[in-house]
C-alpha cells in the first residue's frame, strides 16, 4: 500500500511531468483532491460543472499516459477541461475562470501549451486531433494526438466527417469517446440509443477470449492488467461496432472512473501498432459532488453556489430573460396555430424551448448538436407548409450558413430563424458571442431580418414571424433579462421594413438596431442637455431597410449615427450603401457608424464588453461631438 502522504497531493502536481512521477497507487488520492479543487473554484466563480466532474479520472489517466504536451489532447467543446487546466500549471489561476481577465471557460491556445487547439463549438475534436496526427507523421514527429468528445458531440456530422477520414492517421490519432448519457439536456436521437445499447447489452467476452483477441493488435500483456478486475474483462468488447465500421479499432465499454482500467487500457492504446483507435468510456456527469448527481441537468452550467449545499446564487430577479419572453410569445402562437412547430439543436433549455416541448410535445424538435441539420430540417417543414421556428443562438447559426443560403434563402421558404444570445455575451467570451448574425443574414436575398429593441419588441417579432409566410425571416435578441416594459397582450404584426422614431429631435438622429436602444436614449438626453436636439429611431428592420425614414432623417438632421451590437457588415454598411447609393452624403452629411470592434473580445461582464466596445451611452455622445467637433468633449465628460 502507499502511504499517503501529510501534505496534499495535489500541492505537489503543478504540471502532467509532476503527476508523473507518482506512482499509480496514488492517483486514487489525487483525482479526489483534483475534484474537490473543482468543487470548491467553480463554487467561487460559477462556470461549467458537471461535464469536468464526469471527467476528473479520465483528465488524471490521459495526463499520466500520454507525454502532453507533445501528444496532442483536444477537449470537445472545452467546457470540461477544468480539472485539466487545475493540472496543467493553471491552478493558481483555476478561481479566476470566465472572469474579465481571468482564465477562458474554455481551452485556447494562447493560454497554454497544453491547450493545444482551441474549443466552445462541439465536435470540431476529432477534426482537429487528426490534423495534428497527420503533421506529425509527415514531419515523422513522435506526437500522438488524442481527441475527447462526448456523447453529445458525438451526435454532429462533423464528428462522422472526421472519422471518416481518420485512417490517414495511422495509429496516432486516440480518440476518446466520454459517454456520460447527457448533453446539456438527455441526449436525443439513434446514435444515442445505439451507444446505450454498446454499453448494456454488448456480449460479454470470457478473459482468454479478450486476451487472444487483443493481444494481434494490442502490445501490452492487457490480461494481466485485466486479472485486476473482472468487470474489466467484462466490459471489454470488440468488433462490428458502427466506430469499427469507419476504420477504428474500438476498445470498450469502461469505467472511466475507475482508474486500475483507464491507465491500461490507455497504455494499450498509446502503444498500438496500427490505424486510429476509438475508447468508449462511461462516465458519470457531476460525478462525485451529490447536489449535481441528483439534479436533472447534472449541474451542467451553474451560478456561483455554496459548496455544502450546493445551493446557487439566485439571479437578482426583475424583468423576464428575453428567451424567456421568446418562448412563452411562440407558445401563444401555437395555441391557434397548429402548423407553429419549434426546432433546437441541443438547446431546449437554453433557447427556452423545453417549455414549449411539456405544453406542445410533438411540434419540438430536438434535433441534437447538428445546427446544419436542424436548417434543412426546417426548410423541409416549411416547404411542406408548416410554421417552423429554428430557434438557434446566434453564434451556432455560424455552422449552418450554406444550409441558410442554399436551402432556405435561395428557396425562399418561409423558415422562422430565432436568433437567441445575439450581441455580447459576457463570461463565454469570443466564441460564443453572438457577433456576426446581422453581418451575414442581411447580405442573403430574400431574407428578412429584424432586431428587437426590447422584450415588448420581441413579442411583436415573435408574431410578425409568424405571419410571415412569403419567405424567410429571422429576428435577433440578447442573452438576459429585458429592460422591464410591459409586454403586450395583443402582439402586433410589424410592417416589414418600417422602423419607428422613439424620440422626435433636429440635429442629431440616431439610428438604432436591437437593445443599445436604451443607450442611445440615454445619449439623447445627454445631447438634448447640451443643446443638440436628438431624434432616436429603432429601426427595428436591417433588411429591408426602412429607406424612407432614413432618407427623411439625413434630409433634416446634421449628425446621423448608426448603433448596433454586430460587427462591422451590418446596420451601418446597409445605411452607408443606400445614402451613397443615393448621392445623400454628397452634401457634407456627418454619419458615423457605431459598431462591435474589430476584434474576437476576451471574456467579461457584458456591460464591460460594451464598455470595451464603446458602445454605450458616453461613446455615442462622443462620437456626435466628435462629428461636431466639439473637441473638448470626451467619455469621461459625457459621463459626468
Ligand atoms: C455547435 C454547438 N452547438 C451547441 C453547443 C452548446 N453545447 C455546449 S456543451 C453541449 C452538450 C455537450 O454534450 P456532451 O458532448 O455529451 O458533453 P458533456 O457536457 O455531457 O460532457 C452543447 C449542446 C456547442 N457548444 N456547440
Redesign the pocket.
Known amino acids: 500500500m502507499t502511504a499517503i502522504p501529510a501534505t496534499p497531493l495535489l500541492d505537489t502536481v503543478d504540471t502532467p511531468a509532476d503527476l508523473r512521477r507518482l506512482a499509480p497507487g496514488q492517483l486514487r488520492q489525487l483525482a479526489d483532491e483534483l475534484r474537490a479543487e473543482m468543487i470548491s473554484a467553480v463554487g467561487q466563480t460559477g462556470g461549467?460543472l458537471?461535464?469536468?466532474l464526469?471527467?476528473v479520472e479520465l483528465t488524471t489517466a490521459i495526463h499520466y499516459v500520454f507525454n502532453t504536451p507533445e501528444d496532442r489532447l483536444v477537449w470537445?467543446?472545452g467546457?470540461?477541461a477544468y480539472p485539466h487546466k487545475i493540472l496543467t500549471g493553471r491552478r493558481s489561476r483555476i478561481r479566476t475562470l470566465r472572469q474579465g481577465g481571468g482564465l477562458s471557460g474554455f481551452t485556447k491556445r494562447s493560454e497554454s501549451e497544453y491547450d493545444p487547439f482551441g474549443?466552445?463549438?462541439?465536435?470540431t475534436s476529432i477534426s482537429a486531433a487528426l490534423g495534428f496526427a497527420v503533421a506529425n507523421k509527415l514531419a515523422g514527429k513522435p506526437g500522438k494526438a488524442i481527441a475527447v468528445?462526448?456523447?453529445?458531440?458525438?451526435?454532429?456530422g462533423m464528428a462522422y466527417e472526421a472519422m471518416n477520414n481518420a485512417e490517414a492517421a495511422g495509429n496516432r490519432l486516440i480518440v476518446i469517446l466520454?459517454?456520460?448519457?447527457?448533453?446539456?439536456?438527455p441526449?436525443v436521437g439513434g446514435l444515442s440509443g445505439y451507444l446505450a445499447r454498446l454499453v448494456s447489452s454488448r456480449p460479454f467476452l470470457e478473459l482468454r477470449e479478450l486476451a487472444k483477441k487483443l493481444s494481434r493488435r494490442l502490445p501490452r500483456p492487457l490480461h494481466q492488467a485485466a486479472k485486476k478486475t473482472d468487470e474489466f474483462a467484462r466490459g471489454m468488447a470488440m468488433g462490428g461496432t458502427l466506430f469499427e465500421e469507419l476504420g477504428f479499432y474500438y476498445v470498450g465499454p469502461i469505467d472511466g472512473h475507475n482508474l486500475d482500467q483507464l491507465i491500461p487500457v490507455l497504455e494499450n492504446v498509446r502503444d498500438a501498432a496500427e490505424g486510429p483507435c476509438l475508447v468508449h468510456v462511461v462516465?458519470q456527469?457531476g460525478k462525485g459532488y451529490a447536489p449535481a448527481e441528483a439534479a436533472a441537468d447534472?449541474y451542467?452550467g451553474v451560478q456561483k453556489f455554496d459548496v455544502i449545499t450546493g445551493e446557487q446564487v439566485k439571479s437578482a430577479g426583475g424583468p423576464p430573460s428575453y428567451t424567456n419572453v421568446f418562448a412563452q410569445a411562440l407558445m401563444a402562437e401555437a395555441q391557434t396555430d397548429p402548423t407553429v412547430c419549434a426546432i433546437t439543436?441541443?438547446?431546449p433549455s437554453?433557447t427556452g424551448l423545453d417549455k414549449f416541448a411539456k405544453a406542445f410535445p410533438d411540434r419540438l424538435f430536438d434535433v441534437?448538436?447538428a445546427?446544419q441539420h436542424a436548417v434543412t430540417f426546417a426548410a423541409g417543414l416549411a416547404a411542406q407548409g408548416m410554421r417552423p421556428f429554428c430557434a438557434?443562438?446566434s453564434?451556432?447559426l455560424q455552422?449552418a450558413y450554406d444550409q441558410v443560403v442554399h436551402d432556405v434563402a435561395i428557396q425562399n421558404l418561409p423558415v422562422r430563424f430565432a436568433i437567441d444570445r445575439a450581441g455580447l455575451v459576457g463570461a463565454d467570451g469570443a466564441?460564443?458571442a453572438g457577433s456576426f448574425d446581422v453581418t451575414y443574414l442581411a447580405s442573403l436575398p430574400n431574407l428578412v431580418v429584424m432586431a428587437a429593441a426590447d422584450e415588448a419588441e420581441l413579442v411583436h417579432m415573435v408574431h410578425t414571424a409568424a405571419a410571415h409566410d412569403s419567405g424567410p425571416i429571422a429576428f435577433r435578441y440578447p442573452r438576459g433579462n429585458g429592460v422591464g416594459v410591459a409586454l403586450p397582450t395583443v402582439p402586433e404584426v410589424l410592417p416589414i421594413g418600417k422602423g419607428r422614431v422613439v424620440r422626435e429631435g433636429s440635429k442629431v438622429a440616431i439610428l438604432s438596431l436591437g437593445t443599445r436602444l436604451a443607450e442611445a436614449l440615454k445619449a439623447a438626453d445627454q445631447l438634448d442637455a447640451r443643446g443638440l436636439s436628438t431624434t432616436v429611431a429603432d429601426l427595428r428592420f436591417v433588411k429591408p431597410l426602412d429607406d424612407d425614414l432614413i432618407r427623411r432623417l439625413i434630409a433634416t438632421h446634421e449628425v446621423v449615427i448608426t448603433i448596433e451590437e454586430g460587427a462591422i457588415g451590418g446596420l451601418g454598411a446597409h445605411v452607408l450603401t443606400m445614402a451613397s447609393d443615393e448621392g445623400l452624403t454628397d452634401t457634407g452629411l456627418k454619419i458615423r457608424t457605431m459598431r462591435l470592434p474589430d476584434v474576437f473580445q476576451d471574456h467579461d461582464s457584458p456591460e464591460k464588453q460594451y464598455d470595451q466596445a464603446g458602445l454605450n451611452a458616453p461613446h455615442i455622445v462622443d462620437t456626435v461631438l466628435k462629428a461636431l467637433r466639439h473637441n473638448s468633449a470626451g467619455v469621461q465628460e459625457a459621463r459626468a
Open positions: 461549467h458537471g461535464s469536468g464526469g471527467v470537445d467543446v467546457h470540461q474549443t466552445a463549438h462541439s465536435s468528445i462526448g456523447d453529445g458531440a458525438m451526435s454532429a466520454n459517454d456520460n448519457d447527457m448533453s446539456i439536456a441526449p462516465t456527469k447534472k451542467h439543436a441541443a438547446m437554453g441534437g448538436i445546427e438557434i443562438y453564434t451556432f455552422r466564441t460564443h
